[in-house]
């Protein structure tokens, strides 16, 4: 494998914390190599160690719905989403600071205001039950 480093954690972290909580080596390696890559099962099982062809993917999909697997992947996802989350704020100041486009910028102000707790108040339209009856005298 080519580093041994994901999202600024070592693999080896996460294989401790994942036998710790009943992985294999195959699972945590799995779901490490999804996490990591984004690849398709099917690349991610034999990365990971499992048969080629039908039968890894077919074994790597069951692996992937056990419950402890499922906790782990999400922990996984979790840590790297908030890794980058960082990343992703600093886009959105770039943008809004330094988009050719004003559309652009607006766009990502608004984004900025609305995660920060500064949402625009909603538009609602309201109708009101009843008759409603206009005259108009043009004499």
Request: charged share 20%.
């Amino acid at each position: 494998m080519g580093g041994n480093t994901r999202g600024g954690s070592s693999w080896g972290v996460h294989m401790s914390n994942a036998l710790k909580t009943g992985l294999t080596a195959k699972q945590t390696a799995l779901v490490d190599n999804l996490v990591a890559t984004g690849c398709s099962i099917t690349e991610a099982a034999v990365k990971a160690g499992y048969a080629a062809g039908d039968s890894g993917r077919v074994t790597a999909s069951k692996t992937l719905r056990l419950p402890h697997v499922q906790e782990y992947m999400m922990r996984c996802v979790g840590e790297a989403l908030g890794l980058n989350a960082t990343v992703a704020a600093a886009k959105l100041v770039q943008l809004a600071r330094g988009a050719k486009s004003e559309y652009v910028q607006l766009e990502a102000s608004k984004d900025i205001l609305d995660r920060s707790g500064f949402k625009a108040p909603d538009r609602h339209m309201h109708l009101h039950a009843g008759e409603v009856s206009v005259t108009i005298d043009l004499s």
